[in-house]
Nanobody, 116 residues
Framework: QVQLVESGGGLVQAGGSLRLSCAAS????????MGWYRQAPGKQRELVAA???????NYVDSVKGRFTISRDGGKNTVYLQMNSLNPEDTAVYYC??????????WGQGTQVTVSS
């Protein structure tokens, strides 16, 4: 069983920055794909950013140039640096591990609130 523990959410003013962290532990056999989803009130969960074990990244268009995903493979930890935040970024952010959606492990979620 895999556990994902997130940290770093909070309240920030528009234009500010936050850094999310997600540490994976437990029965980890493959950490080839990790990343972040988010879900805002009344909206569907969307993939924000993901990264492979080889460092290949992908982002949703709305965060390109503002968010950066990175990982520390030795610590099974993934980070999401979020800059130039705006109120539309307000959501619960969920860390995930695994390439196959039906088999993914998930964190508990961390709230990010951006005030205007």
């Amino acid at each position: 069983q895999v556990q994902l523990v997130e940290s770093g959410g909070g309240l920030v003013q528009a234009g500010g920055s936050l850094r999310l962290s997600c540490a994976a532990s437990g029965s980890i056999t493959i950490t080839n794909y990790m990343g972040w989803y988010r879900q805002a009130p009344g909206k569907q969960r969307e993939l924000v950013a993901a990264i492979t074990s080889g460092g290949i990244t992908n982002y949703v268009d709305s965060v390109k140039g503002r968010f950066t995903i990175s990982r520390d493979g030795g610590k099974n930890t993934v980070y999401l640096q979020m800059n130039s935040l705006n109120p539309e970024d307000t959501a619960v952010y969920y860390c995930f591990l695994g390439r196959v959606p039906a088999a993914r492990s998930w964190g508990q979620g961390t709230q990010v609130t951006v005030s205007s």
